[in-house]
């Protein structure tokens, strides 16, 4: 993985989240790669579950699959999932968050 490749080279775990966020975010600018930009997610969370603000990026992932290609409603009710996770990992404070749960409503 990605993350354990980054990880063995000597930097924090927690820089490479950054990193891997980040990137995550670079593949959804103006829907370039999509399910790459999910798949990343994916792997961050994957690797921390107490991480809120990996599971927001998870959330914001499922959001641009679903608006890029899918038009699937199960995308929609997993970035509510991954919100609600981020809620109780400690990104209540994001606005982001908040407004990204109520465009999905």
Not at 1 to 15: D, H, I, K, Q
Not at 35 to 64: C, F, H, I, P
């Amino acid at each position: 993985s990605t993350l354990r490749y980054c990880g063995n080279s000597g930097e924090s775990v927690e820089a490479v989240k950054v990193a891997m966020r980040e990137l995550s975010m670079a593949f959804r600018v103006k829907g370039a790669n999509s399910e790459e930009s999910l798949r990343l997610a994916k792997e961050v969370v994957s690797k921390d579950m107490t991480d809120g603000k990996s599971w927001v990026n998870l959330g914001n992932a499922y959001m641009a699959v679903f608006f890029a290609s899918s038009f699937d409603q199960g995308d929609l009710v997993r970035a509510l999932k991954a919100y609600s996770k981020a809620d109780a990992f400690g990104a209540s404070r994001d606005p982001d968050l908040h407004y990204n749960k109520a465009s999905v409503h």
